[in-house]
């Protein structure tokens, strides 16, 4: 299925070729199916390919995908509207509400013995979760080499396809029995800023995470189908996840829509993988990103905290050791990456977002007033994108007809 609408400034003939090369990659076998959306100057175009599940119903415009690291913007959203009503700042200590993580002990160097510990210089500030420097996250070394590695591993944090399912305050916990990898600050590593974040925004707002999304954010910008899981009325419109056997290299079923993760509420809401949306929906959240914080009559966030989020946070001395997530041509703002430098079709300076794991993509570029989302279930392989998704983002900004 192809709908267009008025193209806003993008070829009709290469939006065409577009659907053929997206079509290839499903009649190779490589995924089931796809739904892709680009926008540009308020017109959109939706593209639904192949199937929900193989051998299932018909992929459509409002099938919903588990986003997973697409979550994370969202996430440092709800933190930047705590910021605008000043219940927490920027460089406020986190000790108060994640007492937890109060008076840390930081690893002499990354190859050390747990114990082998100095105090940290400071606390973790909100900054610090936002920009992914407070000491914790992943260690892009694999095999694991260093007994750091063991230990995150141990106590539920290995990276990988499986998150974290403790509730919220034994999440908290588990990362405070942990020494931090780097002083607060530092160095910049993925992923556990936004999961203790989720853990935070709670705390300071008194109510649920997904309570806090849904009253904040979703309703405001009616996304009826972003949430933590999906409700047994909408399980015939919720694709089946994928993942490559090695062993066969044919697909298998990872998450099931029945019977997997999210076909219930989870013991933690995961601000930093754990919603499932749709196309329209996250296009919703993605345009008022590009607005300034504005959808419509709606105002999220002021224009100036999306300029600080989509703004690069992160200097070359913090970034050393990421490169395999974040190459020599992104920097990080707040939950979302920040493209640095223009060395692909693609790769515009000042464009922002960030992929999901499962297979799903989304980034706006203000220089365009361009927006693109890839959804497929079709588990990444690698931090490096999957052909289907470099394909996805070559054919978006080669479609610019002006």
């Known amino acids: 299925m192809m709908k267009m609408t008025s193209t806003g400034g993008l070829s009709k003939a290469r939006l065409g070729r577009m659907h053929d090369v997206l079509a290839g990659h499903v009649e ?16 959109i175009h939706v593209d639904a390919i192949g199937n929900a599940a193989i051998g299932g119903a018909p992929m459509a415009r409002d099938t919903i995908f588990r986003i997973t690291s697409m979550t994370k913007p969202v996430t440092a959203v709800a933190a930047m509207i705590l910021v605008e009503e000043c219940k927490i700042r920027l460089d406020d200590a986190v000790d108060r509400w994640l007492p937890e993580l109060a008076d840390r002990k930081v690893l002499r160097t990354i190859d050390a013995a747990i114990d082998d510990t100095v105090p940290a210089k400071r606390a ?53 029995s942990l020494p931090l990898i780097h002083q ?26 997904g309570d806090f999304f849904r009253e904040r954010i979703f309703d405001p910008l009616g996304m009826k189908d972003t949430a933590f899981s999906v409700p047994e009325s909408k399980y015939d419109r919720f694709a089946t996840s994928y993942a490559r056997d090695h062993a066969t290299q044919k697909l298998k079923v990872f998450d099931d829509p029945v019977t997997g993760k999210f076909s ?14 749709t196309a329209d929906d996250f296009n919703a959240f993605a345009q008022m990103m590009l607005n300034g914080g504005r959808l419509g009559s709606e105002h999220i966030l002021s224009r100036p905290s999306v300029e600080l989020m989509t703004a690069d946070q992160i200097t070359p001395e913090q970034k050393l050791g990421s490169e395999l997530l974040l190459g020599d041509n992104r920097g990080w703002g707040f939950g979302m990456s920040v493209s640095t430098r223009r060395d692909d079709l693609h790769n515009s300076p000042g464009r922002f977002g960030w992929d999901g794991g499962y297979g799903t993509s989304w980034y706006s570029d203000p220089n365009e007033n361009l927006t693109g989302i890839l959804l497929t279930q079709r588990m990444m392989d690698s931090p490096q994108p999957p052909r289907v998704m470099a394909d996805f983002w070559t054919s978006a900004y080669q479609a610019i007809d002006d």
């Open 124 to 176: 973790i500030t909100l900054r610090d979760l936002l920009t992914f420097r407070l000491g914790y996250g992943m260690i892009a070394i694999f095999p694991d080499r260093y007994p750091i590695q063991t230990a995150i591993a141990e106590a539920g944090f290995a990276p990988g396809p499986v998150f974290p399912s403790f509730p919220p305050d034994e999440l908290v916990r588990r990362y405070g």
């Open 28 to 43: 190779a076998g490589e995924l089931p199916g796809l739904v892709t959306l680009v926008s540009r100057h308020g017109e």
């Open 184 to 209: 607060p600050g530092e160095r910049w590593l993925y992923n556990s800023g936004t999961e203790i974040l989720s853990v935070l925004i709670a705390r300071v707002a008194g109510t649920t995470l």
């Open 264 to 277: 219930s509420p989870p013991v933690f809401e995961n601000g930093s993988a754990g919603l499932v949306s």
